[in-house]
Nanobody
Framework: QVQLVESGGGLVQPGGSLRLSCAASGFTFSNYPVSWYRQAPGKERELVATIRTSGGSTVYEDSMKGRFTGSRDNAKNTAYLQMNSLKSEDTAVYYC?????????WGQGTQVTVSS
C-alpha cells in the first residue's frame, strides 16, 4: 500500500536550516509529483512546494521563495524540502502528499518549530 513518511523536523532557532524528508513506498515513486504542505496552529493547510518527476520544483508563496527548495532522489524513493533562513512564522506541521489514481495520500507530518 502507498505509504509516505516524513522526517527531519525539530526545534531550530530563527535563521537556521532544516531538511525535511518524505520517504515513499508502495508505488512507483518516480512517476509522480510530490507536494509539500504545512499547517500552522489555527490556520488552514497551505501548499508549500511541488516537486516534479524531473526533479524541478516550484515554491508557491513569496514568503518562502528563495528560502525553501524542493528536490527528490528517485533512486531512494525520497523527496526533500530544504528550508533555510527559517522564521518563527514557518512553525507548522509539514506534510508531503502524492496523488495517485485520483487518490491523495498523505504522510503523518513532521513538526517544525522555529524559536529562540
Amino acid at each position: 500500500q502507498v505509504q509516505l513518511v516524513e522526517s527531519g523536523g525539530g526545534l531550530v532557532q530563527p535563521g537556521g536550516s532544516l531538511r525535511l524528508s518524505c520517504a515513499a513506498s508502495g508505488f512507483t515513486f518516480s512517476n509522480y509529483p510530490v507536494s509539500w504542505y504545512r499547517q500552522a496552529p489555527g490556520k488552514e493547510r497551505e501548499l508549500v512546494a511541488t516537486i516534479r518527476t524531473s526533479g524541478g520544483s516550484t515554491v508557491y508563496e513569496d514568503s518562502m521563495k528563495g528560502r525553501f527548495t524542493g528536490s527528490r532522489d528517485n533512486a531512494k524513493n525520497t523527496a526533500y524540502l530544504q528550508m533555510n533562513s527559517l522564521k518563527s512564522e514557518d512553525t507548522a506541521v509539514y506534510y508531503c502528499t502524492v496523488t495517485r489514481q485520483k487518490t491523495a495520500y498523505w504522510g503523518q507530518g513532521t513538526q517544525v518549530t522555529v524559536s529562540s
